[in-house]
């Protein structure tokens, strides 16, 4: 049995947010086996900045990425979910 999309939602958090060289998103109910993610700058552009992943939490390293909105697009087998970050150096 699945999550529903506001339960899925409220079981990913991303801290800090807005962020500057790093940001974390949490999966409470989720380990890395069962997520896909992808990351898009506001004008949807796919972007593939640095990560690492451990059981429930995928740390993204921005420092790289300029400064405005991005959305991670995340994935199970049943539900789908957009977040929203900032990145302001």
Request: proline share 4%; net charge positive; glycine share 4%.
């Amino acid at each position: 049995t699945g999550l529903n999309n506001s339960s899925f939602e409220t079981n990913v958090h991303i801290f800090p947010n807005p962020t500057n060289a790093y940001t974390n998103i949490v999966f409470d109910e989720f380990n890395k086996k069962e997520i896909s993610f992808k990351i898009y700058n506001s004008v949807g552009k796919l972007l593939n900045p640095p990560f690492n992943f451990n059981a429930k939490t995928l740390r993204l390293n921005t420092s790289k990425l300029m400064n405005g909105v991005y959305f991670i697009h995340i994935e199970t087998n049943n539900n789908a979910l957009i977040k929203r970050f900032t990145v302001s150096h």
